[in-house]
């Protein structure tokens, strides 16, 4: 296309030239020349220009495939860029639950060796438990074991005094309707005998039934030297008027005692160490001293026979 462009303006300007003066062939020839080297130029700049068309479609194509590439590659770019967003997300996350997983280890590990040092400090206490616990245990079969044996002990005074219970009340059995009573009080034997058997009123001679009664009793001393004796003397609140050495109440009942200590010595295989005499006068009474009947049961001597307990105060003092 170029080509004919530049043919027809060559023969445009020839024809000028024939139209404005006559040339000469020469100068003809030239501008033929030229025209026909114009011709070729554009021949030659059509044919370039063809070229340059097709690098230019050729360039578009792989323009337009360097587009539809650059979008690609931004699409995937967004999409990577969505990605590393979403992973660094999860890394926070990761690296957040990282943080409280090592702290949560920390603290595990310090309760741990918090737990192990309490429970080695447990298990000491436990075996120090244990070994106040054994000590408890021996000290406890010891205690049960002397325990038993003072029950051993107690059961064979208990017997012992039951035995001496018999023996008096078989002995003095003719006198329990003449003022006499046989009993047992605190582990011990009593034999009260009241004021009509034993003495006439104000007096500390001791009457017939009243001796009878003593040397009974006193056989069964001589056959138990083991026997502790206490005599004791009691009246009434009644004063008494003064007769000789016995002043008062008080002295009757110790003269009474003692009259009795020494009825109970006449028999020869008692032991005088057996036996003990005191006077309470009037300050134990057993009934009521406002009238006859209490007065009379106040006014009585007690024979209190006491089993050898020596065995059993050596065991209390271990």
């Keep these: 296309m170029k080509s004919k462009m530049f043919s027809n303006v060559g023969l445009f300007l020839l024809a000028a030239g024939l139209g404005f003066s006559c040339v000469s062939s020469k100068k003809y020839n030239e501008l033929l020349s030229k025209s ?3 011709a070729q130029k554009g021949a030659s700049l059509e044919k370039e220009n063809l070229q340059y068309s097709e690098d230019l479609t050729e360039c578009k194509a792989k323009t337009d495939l360097l587009e539809e590439q650059l979008q690609a590659a931004r699409t995937e770019a967004d999409t990577m860029r969505r990605d590393y967003l979403l992973c660094s ?4 996350q990761m690296k957040n639950s990282y943080k409280q997983m090592d702290s949560r280890y920390k603290t595990t590990v310090s309760s741990k060796n918090e737990l192990a040092e309490a429970l080695s400090l447990r298990e000491a206490e436990l075996a120090d438990k244990e070994a106040e616990l054994a000590e408890k245990e021996k000290a406890l079969a010891e205690k049960e074991a002397r325990v038993n ?7 064979r005074k208990d017997a012992e005094m039951n035995a001496l219970l018999n023996k008096v009340n078989d002995a003095l059995l003719g006198f329990k309707d003449k003022g006499l009573s046989v009993y047992t009080k605190n582990g011990k034997v009593y034999v009260s005998m009241a004021e009509k058997l034993l003495f006439a009123s104000g007096s500390w001679t001791v009457g017939a039934d009243g001796r009878e009664a003593l040397r009974e009793l006193s056989g069964i001393l001589a056959r138990n030297p083991e026997i502790q004796v206490m005599i004791e003397g009691h009246t009434d609140n009644v ?3 003064g007769r000789g050495d016995v002043k008062d ?3 009757l009942s110790v ?3 003692t009259a009795i200590a020494k009825i109970l010595l006449e028999n ?3 032991n005088p160490a057996q036996i003990a005499a005191s006077g309470r006068g009037e300050y134990m009474p057993i009934a009521s001293n406002e009238d006859a009947e209490g007065r009379v049961k106040n006014r009585r001597t007690e024979i209190i026979l006491t089993p050898k307990l020596d065995e059993l105060f050596q065991l209390l003092g271990n």
């Design 36 to 38: 026909d080297a114009c």
């Design 89 to 92: 997300e999860e890394l926070a």
């Design 149 to 155: 044996e003072l029950q051993g002990i107690l059961d």
């Design 239 to 241: 004063t008494m008027r």
């Design 249 to 251: 109440n008080w002295d």
């Design 255 to 257: 003269m009474r005692a």
């Design 268 to 270: 020869k295989e008692v």
